[in-house]
């Protein structure tokens, strides 16, 4: 059996670690615990997106505005 593994950004195993690290003696509600877990969603984010434009055509500007748009919570 062959598993692939994925190449991950330095940011995004950086802020894995963190979250790691931290998740041993911090709580839940922890500022920067919460701080840590919104960087690592982020990372996993801008990830996501790099290779997902990598593999798409180029976008319009209408299309990249209305995902620029959701990002920033101004689109559901």
């Known amino acids: 059996m062959s598993t692939r593994r994925r ?6 195993a ?3 670690g963190r979250v790691a690290g931290l998740s041993r003696d911090r709580d839940p509600d922890d500022p920067v615990f919460i701080e ?6 982020a990372a996993n984010i801008d ?7 990598a ?10 505005d209305r995902i620029a748009a959701r990002l920033r919570g101004e689109v559901r």
Request: zero cysteines.
């Open 55 to 64: 593999a798409a055509p180029p976008l319009t500007s209408e299309q990249a």
């Open 7 to 12: 190449d991950i950004s330095p940011e995004l």
């Open 14 to 16: 950086t802020a894995r």
């Open 36 to 41: 840590a877990k919104r960087d690592l969603a």
């Open 47 to 53: 990830q996501f997106v790099k290779r997902a434009l």
